[in-house]
Nanobody, 122 residues
Framework: QVQLVESGGGLVQAGGSLRLSCAAS????????MGWYRQAPGKQRELVAS???????NYADSMKGRFTISRDNAKNTVYLQMNSLKPEDTAVYYC????????????????WGQGTQVTVSS
């Protein structure tokens, strides 16, 4: 089994910054793409940003220029630096990872963290 544990959420004023972290542990041979998603009340979960094990990144349009995703492959950890936060960024942020657990089986399974609340006050 694989566990993803997020940290770094909280309450911040508009214009402020937060840095989220997500550490993967457990039965891990390799991790392909890691990413951050968010879900606001009454809305569907949406992609915030993702990063491959080679460092290629992808951002949702509304996050470009404000958010930066990065990862430490040695620590199986992904980060999300969020700057210039807006009240509409308020949501539960979820970490996601595509994990291969066996060196003998070329299958990547999808795992999710429990979520961390980010609240931006106006």
């Amino acid at each position: 089994q694989v566990q993803l544990v997020e940290s770094g959420g909280g309450l911040v004023q508009a214009g402020g910054s937060l840095r989220l972290s997500c550490a993967a542990s457990g039965s891990i041979f390799s991790i392909n793409t890691m990413g951050w998603y968010r879900q606001a009340p009454g809305k569907q979960r949406e992609l915030v940003a993702s990063i491959t094990n080679g460092g290629s990144t992808n951002y949702a349009d509304s996050m470009k220029g404000r958010f930066t995703i990065s990862r430490d492959n040695a620590k199986n950890t992904v980060y999300l630096q969020m700057n210039s936060l807006k009240p509409e960024d308020t949501a539960v942020y979820y970490c996601n990872a595509a994990v291969r657990s066996s060196r003998f089986v070329y299958i990547y399974d999808d795992y999710w963290g429990q979520g961390t609340q980010v609240t931006v006050s106006s």
